[in-house]
Nanobody, 129 residues
Framework: QEQVAESGGGSVQIGGSLRLSCVAS????????VAWFRQPPGKEREGVAA????????YYLDVEKGRFTISQDVAQNTVFLDLSNLQPEDTALYYC??????????????????????WGQGTQVTVSS
């Protein structure tokens, strides 16, 4: 069964950092694409970063370039999202999503929800002063 599981969320103060982890199982990790999405309270889910596990190619939501970094540990089938200089508007439920056979995509497609069929339950990030 194809699954992804997130961890690493928590409560931090403004300017703090967190590392989120997404462990994938049940599919050939090296042929997949994995993305991180966030959904603030009362708002739509948006993609913030995506990665092709085979090539390592990455995509980012433009406004978060420089603060968020997506990376992977291939041996552990794990994709990370490093969040830095966190602000209250970053408070959200962060989801990991994966698709086992990804075609070539534009950044907009890679950060869109339609591509991904496997979703985690989410991990909460709360930023406060």
């Amino acid at each position: 069964q194809e699954q992804v599981a997130e961890s690493g969320g928590g409560s931090v103060q403004i300017g703090g950092s967190l590392r989120l982890s997404c462990v994938a199982s049940g599919f050939t990790y090296s042929a997949a694409c994995v993305a991180w999405f966030r959904q603030p309270p009362g708002k739509e889910r948006e993609g913030v970063a995506a990665l092709y596990t085979g090539s390592g190619k990455t995509y980012y939501l433009d406004v978060e370039k420089g603060r968020f970094t997506i990376s992977q540990d291939v041996a552990q089938n794990t994709v990370f999202l490093d969040l830095s200089n966190l602000q209250p508007e970053d408070t959200a439920l962060y989801y990991c999503a994966a698709e086992r056979n990804c075609p070539p995509m534009t950044a907009r497609q890679a950060l869109g929800t339609a591509v991904y069929r496997t979703w985690g339950q989410g991990t909460q990030v709360t930023v406060s002063s």
